[in-house]
């Protein structure tokens, strides 16, 4: 009995389990665009929530001098009227992205889902500052969207590029 389980440990130990990609695929140029705008009815089914939409745009860059990276920029609208966004580079970490903002700034975590979605995990890094406005000017107000009872980790959902076309970044 003893030498059959350690047979079975032996072979469940060297069966391979397939390797999720990240969200966006390491090819020059890959992208994505997902995006949620939470109803009313989800809204009020959990009214901790802060966020009322969220949007993502990634997309993989290789330019050439064996350091390629990716590149995001994420935007999100809140209940009290604030609108923020954070464009910067993400890391792999095996299936996840570990999006992150220069300068202490936070960050979220993206994985992907079924269907094409992504999971934004917020809760991850534990806070991401959003610059209200359209980049880093000087005096721009900044905010830190922090995790709370109903504002930890948002699914988005696979959206036309279009959609995503301001939030990408230029660079």
């Not at 130990?13 to 705008?37: F, H, I, L, Y």
């Not at 390629?68 to 999100?76: I, K, N, Q, R, W």
């Amino acid at each position: 009995m003893k030498r059959l389980m350690l047979s079975i440990l032996a072979t469940l130990a060297c069966t391979a389990v397939p390797a999720q990609e990240p969200a966006v695929a390491a090819r020059d140029g890959e992208s994505g665009c997902w995006r949620r705008d939470y109803d009313p009815a989800h809204l009020a089914a959990h009214p901790d929530q802060q966020v009322t939409a969220m949007a993502l745009a990634i997309v993989y860059r290789d330019r050439g001098d064996g350091l390629p990276y990716y590149a995001y920029g994420l935007e999100a609208s809140l209940r009290d009227g604030w609108r923020g966004m954070a464009q910067s580079t993400c890391h792999p970490y095996g299936a996840v992205l570990r999006c992150s903002v220069d300068c202490d700034g936070g960050g979220v975590d993206v994985s992907r889902r079924g269907n094409g979605d992504v999971l934004v995990d917020l809760e991850a890094v534990g806070y991401i500052v959003l610059t209200g406005g359209c980049g880093a000017e000087e005096g721009e107000e900044t905010f830190e969207l922090t995790p709370g009872k109903d504002d930890r980790q948002f699914l988005l959902h696979a959206a036309d590029a279009k959609l995503c076309r301001g939030l990408m970044p230029d660079w």
